[in-house]
T-cell receptor, first 114, second 112 residues
Framework: AQSVTQPDIHITVSEGASLELRCNYSYGATPYLFWYVQSPGQGLQLLLKYFSGDTLVQGIKGFEAEFKRSQSSFNLRKPSVHWSDAAEYFCAVGLMDSNYQLIWGAGTKLIIKP | DGGITQSPKYLFRKEGQNVTLSCEQNLNHDAMYWYRQDPGQGLRLIYYSQIVNDFQKGDIAEGYSVSREKKESFPLTVTSAQKNPTAFYLC???????????FGDGTRLSIL
């Protein structure tokens, strides 16, 4: 069965340091991929998406993600985090033969140290 | 501004009671979704609808019901058959296949 794994439940990063959040998927073909961010008690906001083409995609708030087909990964990165980046981050995968559904990772909570 | 409105923000249910969560969108999106979010479990799909007057069960539909009589509206009823309804409920919509989902701000349901 298809699945999405975010291996890190929590990550703590110092303000100004770089960030990488991991996302791996299990699917035979190339999926389409999303990263979302959720602040406490809020809905989810789309950070970026990958459908095809350039494997390095730029998103909002200074985030980027790289699709690596050989590793079935779509890791999210930011060169320098700000305290306002503290939130929960979700990776989601859409299947080319699906009927609009997405498969969601369990999320990674980002904690920023001052 | 276009978006998704969920109401109420907080809702309390008594034993044996059905409650309805509202979701309205003005994005002109065809597809709408309901998710349940529990701590540490990510999002689980309850129901989704690709078009008016049609909807499909998701992974955890038992104890829930929906309707899609208008393109803009996709209300979710949590019935008394749902024995553990305490959760954060999120409504989303998308323009179509392979399009991102846009989310409302959620409704937190608790049991009295």
């Amino acid at each position: 069965a298809q699945s999405v794994t975010q291996p890190d439940i929590h990550i703590t990063v110092s303000e100004g340091a770089s960030l990488e959040l991991r996302c791996n998927y299990s699917y035979g073909a190339t999926p389409y991929l999303f990263w979302y961010v959720q602040s406490p008690g809020q809905g989810l906001q789309l950070l970026l998406k990958y459908f095809s083409g350039d494997t390095l995609v730029q998103g909002i708030k200074g985030f980027e993600a790289e699709f690596k087909r050989s590793q079935s990964s779509f890791n999210l990165r930011k060169p320098s985090v700000h305290w306002s980046d503290a939130a929960e981050y979700f990776c989601a995968v859409g299947l080319m033969d699906s009927n609009y559904q997405l498969i969601w990772g369990a999320g990674t909570k980002l904690i920023i140290k001052p | 501004d276009g978006g998704i409105t969920q109401s109420p923000k907080y809702l309390f249910r008594k034993e044996g009671q059905n409650v309805t969560l509202s979701c309205e969108q003005n994005l002109n999106h065809d597809a709408m979704y309901w998710y349940r979010q529990d701590p540490g479990q990510g999002l689980r799909l309850i129901y989704y609808s690709q078009i008016v007057n049609d909807f499909q069960k998701g992974d955890i539909a038992e104890g829930y019901s929906v309707s899609r009589e208008k393109k803009e509206s996709f209300p979710l009823t949590v019935t008394s058959a749902q024995k553990n309804p305490t959760a954060f409920y999120l409504c989303a919509s998308s323009a179509g296949f392979r399009q991102p989902q846009h989310f409302g701000d959620g409704t937190r349901l608790s049991i009295l």
